[in-house]
């Protein structure tokens, strides 16, 4: 087998295995989808009838699915306890009904929560969506995500790649990086300083770089950008096809994509900024309303089809050089599973990553203030897996039609890294140590690449070119307070995020940034966004970096 010289990673967001590939027709019958059997179903609603998964699933929801913490486990409806505990997958469909009807527990508590719960209330009294359970079950038809079954048929797909917390994205993705979430099952806005697989590789002499546009989730692991030479790592999304053809790809490259909502009303009127930039598939960047979503008409142009676009541009990067691809793997991954039905319950048996937070000093005081306002999380042990999510490792040195039905769980990222560049470290987490038994890159097997790999250049996007880094913030109609875009409530965090980089890079002097405005919003982020790449941009001159 050739060496392997360069890992990309690409993760999206927010799907379950089911939803995505659950109705594929893989030529090898130890795919565990959902036509190798009749009838795999949920509950309905409030002792209704039964609800089948079918393939009829619209690109489009009229309300987002809960994935909190307290919602998954819901979801998962786990009976048991200690050794006998197990998951059913039983509660998607209720889960799913209690949130278009409002009947989410409110996310305040303490002296401001019924202030504060009175708002979000109002806020989200729009997107209600009654008798809406049954679309939860409902999956992707293959012909809907035609990039990313070919890929699945034509490479190894993983049927139990489960997310590594029955959780939101932000510890899930931090579980990518650093092999554990520091003690979070939700979203908890602040700096990590967990060490990560980057830190890793650069101690053992490897490179690395982030390619990524807006305001990208691992940001929030500020010792990644702290120096000149780190933020010269940091690369505009669009740079990613040019840095391929040129052969210039480091030892491990991370993809996030772009999160910024499409800002319209929930019938796709555009109000604010560019409505076609996301490119992540996260549901909440895909709604229409409860009213507009049975006649919805998919014309294509939607944040789940941009997704797919992205994904054939990387595959199309790399199979366009063949010489780089013979060296590389790309693995695609989702970070959880947004709350989707998935047949297969998830292990209850994996150690815990550890104990103890690394939370900075000057962060402790956010984090009690987020643990005193917001509604608490059950208590969790983190030896309990989240649902599965689709995977696909690719590489012409995988045979068509794999499957790799071995457990694994985000972990295996920085395990498998570190078993091909940096061996004599050390695992980050002891779920680290865990997920190494089963390195993704085993799957490739063959002994001289392959000649027939699959062509997916007509789902490439209109265009692919090297960004063009300027100060100008996404177009369209002002935010005023007469007009205020719907934001997903998932972006509040990213645009909290982006305020808390401008300050930081502000605080060392960094002279692209303009002080940040005293309240977040989306073209706040998006300035962040510009400024964090000049700055880049301009480490990189001084740098001699590329």
């Known amino acids: ?298 014309d294509g142009d939607t944040d789940f089809a941009r997704a797919e676009q992205l994904l054939a541009m990387v595959y199309e990067a790399l199979r366009g050089n063949p010489a780089l691809f013979e060296h590389t793997v790309l693995l695609v991954t989702y970070d959880e599973h947004g709350g989707l039905y998935d047949h297969v319950p998830p292990p209850c048996d994996v150690p815990a990553p550890g104990s103890g937070s690394t939370t900075p000093p000057e962060r402790r005081l956010l984090r009690l203030a987020h643990a005193l306002l917001r509604r608490s999380a059950a208590a969790f042990d983190f030896t309990m897996l989240g649902p599965r999510v689709p995977t696909v490792v690719i590489s012409p040195l995988v045979p068509a039609g794999t499957v790799d039905a071995r457990i694994h769980d985000h972990a295996t990222v920085p395990a498998t890294l570190r078993l091909l560049f940096a061996p004599d470290e050390v695992p980050l987490t002891a779920r680290d140590a865990w997920a190494q038994r089963h390195p993704f890159h085993t799957v490739m097997t063959l002994d001289r690449p392959r000649s027939d790999l699959p062509d997916l250049s007509g789902y490439l996007p209109p265009k692919v070119g090297s960004a063009d880094v300027s100060r100008e913030a996404p177009g369209g109609r002002p935010e005023t307070a007469r007009v205020k875009p719907w934001v997903p409530e998932y972006y509040d965090a990213f645009m909290q995020l982006g305020r808390d980089v401008s300050q930081r890079l502000a605080s060392v002097g960094e002279p692209e940034v303009v002080s940040p405005g005293p309240t977040p919003t989306v073209a706040s982020a998006a300035q962040v966004s510009t400024e964090f790449a000049l700055a880049a941009e301009r480490h990189r001159r001084q740098h001699g970096g590329e």
């Not at 795999?40 to 929801?61: D, E, F, H, T």
């Not at 504060?116 to 038809?141: D, E, I, K």
């Not at 060490?195 to 002499?205: D, K, M, P, Q």
């Not at 996030?256 to 909440?284: A, C, I, W, Y």
């Open 1 to 298: 087998m050739s060496t392997i010289d360069h890992v990309v990673v690409l993760a999206l967001e927010n799907r379950s295995f089911d939803h995505m590939l659950g109705f594929l027709a893989h030529p090898d019958p130890a795919f565990d989808g959902l036509l190798t059997a009749e009838g795999y179903s949920n509950p309905g609603w409030n002792g209704g009838p039964a609800v089948v998964a079918s393939p009829i699933a619209k690109r489009v929801l009229p309300v987002g699915p809960d994935h909190s913490h307290n919602a998954v486990m819901e979801q998962l409806a786990v009976v048991g306890s200690g050794a006998g505990r197990k998951a059913t997958n039983t509660g998607f469909v209720a889960s799913y009904e209690r949130k278009g009807r409002g009947l989410v527990p409110p996310p305040y508590r303490g002296l401001l929560a019924p202030l504060l719960n009175l708002v979000a209330g109002r806020l989200g009294s729009s997107r209600m969506a009654a008798n809406r359970g049954p679309l939860v079950m409902q999956c992707q038809p293959p012909a809907q995500v035609p990039v990313l079954s070919e890929l699945a048929r034509e490479y190894a797909v993983c049927t139990r790649w489960f997310c590594s917390v029955p959780g939101e994205t932000w510890p899930n993705r931090n579980f990518l990086h650093a092999a554990t979430s520091d003690g979070a099952t939700d979203i908890e806005l602040r700096f990590y300083a967990n060490r990560t697989i980057f830190e890793v590789l650069e101690e053992a002499g490897c490179d690395w770089r982030i390619y990524h546009d807006d305001t990208p989730q691992v940001w929030a692991f500020p010792r990644l950008w702290d120096t000149p030479e780190r933020h010269a790592r940091w690369f505009p999304l669009a740079d990613f096809a040019r840095h391929v053809a040129e052969g210039s790809l480091p030892n491990y490259t991370f993809i996030e994509p772009n999160h910024r909502p499409p800002l319209h009303t929930l019938d796709h009127e555009p109000l604010v900024g560019v409505p076609d930039v996301s490119n992540n598939q996260h549901p909440e960047n895909n709604l229409v309303s409860d009213a507009a979503y049975d006649g919805f008409v998919d």
